[in-house]
């Protein structure tokens, strides 16, 4: 008898202390919905568009989204980003001639059979630090030639040499400025498609600067689909000025949290400049995390401005950017605006027709799912679904934040203790008990 007590009590205090009450995660824990609109069923998965409310108020990864049909139940989804997809092929070539002339430098290549159309070529340099505007031209017998573009900016800067480099084309002063780690190239170029046995890159001198020696040119014949993107004009809301680093920082609004960035485009208040510029990303105005280090430039090649404003930032998610210019001891340029880019993102699902869908978001406590969608649809292209879109954003009345629930022992620790309790009084019981009967005896 007394076992049997002591094991039935042991038994209910392990099992208060071990159950964590369960959870059926429903859609109340989901603050915000869209109903989602197809409107395309030509093809097996339709892609919806992902937009800046979605952006704004889910998880940064995007991980609690949940496709829920007319039943509650979870639906498939797969995202997926419509970025840069080039293809294409390289054409075999040889370099017949490389001569440096008295004016100009002229690379010669004969490609080889079977002939095949060109579209895309990119120059190959022996060195660095370099502007120049170069002619491209084709012949089928070396001798007649033809010009496929000309006046083409090409530049290769690797910022190792000294202040004096940059200072030729700016007139401006980088003495103490450190080029050492960065560098900056646009060496390949778009071409009228053409078919030519051989192709030749002439590049003239340039005054009293040294010859620009070309190893080598690659030639593809490429197709390339052009990314789908947004563009986020930005609102600026601070600009100050730092005396010590000698630069000018600015911090830009794009208006919603998690914007994923893949580039931005700024414009600064002047011309015939060089700057490094550092570029930070932040949500909430106080914890920033570092994006990209890099430099803008405007210099004058000839009769022809050669500008780079654009910084590429990767996978960036943010709504504030501060952009930190700095200036040395040349006049101050500051940011005049500001624009970003995204990437599109598309929400892919199967749908069955006749049936609405909805997207829930706004879980901070949602575990990110993996469907097998995403391998089934993996490689295909946005034109390989059908289409939809996003309705507007409704909030879910019945919201609650998510909590996570613990077991009994940490939620409701007295329950603990009463069991304990309990469990001492029956010991003591028992223990009288037993004593009893041994006096009897």
Same mark, same amino acid.
């Given at each position: 008898?007394? %076992?049997?007590?002591?094991?039935?009590?042991?038994?209910?205090?392990?099992?208060?202390?071990?159950?964590?009450?369960?959870?059926?995660?429903?859609?109340?824990?989901?603050?915000?919905?869209?109903?989602?609109?197809?409107?395309?069923?030509?093809?097996?998965?339709?892609?919806?568009? *992902? #937009?800046?409310?979605?952006? #704004?108020?889910?998880?940064?990864?995007?991980?609690?989204?949940?496709?829920?049909?007319?039943?509650?139940?979870?639906?498939?989804?797969?995202?997926?980003?419509?970025?840069?997809?080039?293809?294409?092929?390289?054409?075999?070539?040889?370099?017949?001639?490389?001569?440096?002339?008295?004016?100009?430098?002229?690379?010669?290549?004969?490609?080889?059979?079977?002939?095949?159309? @060109?579209?895309?070529?990119?120059?190959?340099?022996?060195?660095?630090?370099?502007?120049?505007?170069?002619?491209?031209? =084709?012949?089928? #017998? $070396?001798?007649?030639?033809?010009?496929?573009?000309?006046? /083409?900016?090409?530049?290769?800067?690797?910022?190792?040499?000294?202040?004096?480099?940059?200072?030729?084309?700016?007139?401006?002063?980088?003495?103490?400025?450190?080029?050492?780690?960065?560098? &900056?190239?646009? *060496?390949?170029?778009?071409?009228?498609?053409?078919?030519?046995? @051989?192709? %030749?890159?002439?590049?003239?001198?340039?005054?009293?600067?040294?010859?620009?020696?070309?190893?080598?040119?690659?030639?593809?014949?490429?197709? &390339?689909?052009?990314?789908?993107?947004?563009?986020?004009?930005?609102?600026? /809301?601070?600009?100050?000025?730092?005396?010590?680093?000698?630069?000018?920082?600015?911090?830009?609004?794009?208006?919603?949290? $998690?914007?994923?960035?893949?580039?931005?485009?700024?414009?600064? #208040?002047?011309?015939? @400049? @060089?700057?490094?510029?550092?570029?930070?990303?932040? $949500?909430?105005?106080?914890?920033?995390?570092?994006?990209?280090?890099?430099? /803008?430039?405007?210099?004058?090649?000839?009769?022809?401005?050669?500008?780079?404003?654009?910084?590429?930032?990767?996978?960036?998610?943010?709504?504030? /950017?501060?952009?930190?210019?700095?200036?040395?001891?040349?006049?101050?340029?500051?940011?005049?605006?500001?624009?970003? !880019?995204?990437?599109?993102?598309?929400?892919?699902?199967?749908? &069955?027709? =006749?049936?609405?869908?909805?997207?829930?978001?706004?879980?901070?406590?949602?575990?990110?799912?993996? !469907?097998?969608?995403?391998?089934?649809?993996?490689?295909?292209?946005?034109?390989?679904?059908?289409?939809?879109?996003?309705?507007?954003?409704?909030?879910?009345?019945?919201?609650?934040?998510?909590?996570?629930? *613990?077991?009994?022992?940490?939620?409701?620790?007295?329950?603990?203790?009463?069991?304990?309790?309990?469990?001492?009084?029956?010991?003591?019981?028992? =223990?009288?008990?037993?004593? $009893?009967?041994?006096?009897?005896?």
């Amino acid at each position: 008898m007394l %076992r049997r007590i002591s094991a039935a009590l042991t038994f209910a205090v392990l099992f208060i202390s071990a159950s964590p009450l369960l959870c059926d995660i429903t859609a109340k824990y989901w603050e915000f919905e869209k109903q989602i609109l197809i409107t395309d069923y030509s093809k097996k998965a339709a892609a919806v568009l *992902l #937009d800046k409310e979605v952006y #704004d108020s889910a998880r940064e990864d995007l991980g609690d989204l949940r496709v829920l049909d007319p039943k509650g139940q979870e639906h498939p989804y797969d995202v997926i980003i419509h970025g840069d997809m080039p293809t294409g092929q390289k054409l075999a070539l040889n370099v017949i001639s490389n001569d440096i002339g008295q004016t100009e430098s002229v690379i010669t290549v004969e490609l080889k059979e079977p002939l095949k159309p @060109f579209n895309y070529l990119k120059v190959v340099p022996a060195s660095n630090n370099f502007a120049r505007k170069i002619t491209v031209e =084709g012949s089928n #017998d $070396n001798r007649n030639w033809e010009v496929i573009r000309k006046g /083409i900016v090409v530049y290769s800067f690797a910022f190792q040499m000294t202040h004096t480099f940059f200072e030729q084309y700016t007139h401006e002063s980088y003495y103490g400025y450190g080029f050492g780690t960065y560098t &900056e190239e646009n *060496l390949a170029m778009r071409v009228p498609q053409k078919v030519f046995k @051989f192709v %030749r890159v002439i590049v003239p001198h340039d005054q009293d600067k040294e010859p620009v020696e070309l190893k080598s040119l690659d030639i593809f014949r490429t197709v &390339e689909a052009a990314p789908e993107e947004y563009s986020f004009s930005a609102t600026l /809301i601070k600009t100050e000025t730092d005396a010590a680093s000698k630069s000018v920082e600015s911090i830009a609004d794009l208006g919603s949290k $998690n914007i994923p960035l893949s580039r931005i485009d700024i414009a600064v #208040d002047g011309s015939n @400049f @060089f700057r490094r510029v550092e570029i930070e990303g932040s $949500n909430d105005l106080k914890k920033w995390n570092k994006l990209a280090r890099d430099v /803008i430039f405007s210099i004058a090649v000839d009769d022809q401005v050669e500008t780079k404003t654009t910084i590429k930032l990767g996978k960036a998610k943010a709504r504030y /950017i501060k952009v930190k210019v700095f200036n040395g001891d040349n006049k101050p340029i500051s940011l005049v605006s500001l624009t970003g !880019y995204s990437l599109k993102r598309y929400l892919v699902i199967i749908p &069955e027709q =006749g049936v609405e869908y909805k997207l829930l978001y706004g879980n901070r406590s949602a575990k990110a799912l993996n !469907y097998d969608l995403g391998a089934v649809i993996k490689g295909k292209t946005i034109e390989s679904f059908g289409k939809g879109s996003l309705a507007g954003q409704v909030r879910n009345v019945n919201y609650e934040p998510y909590k996570e629930l *613990l077991p009994w022992t940490e939620d409701k620790p007295y329950i603990l203790w009463i069991a304990m309790g309990a469990i001492i009084l029956g010991l003591i019981y028992l =223990g009288s008990q037993v004593v $009893n009967k041994t006096e009897k005896k």
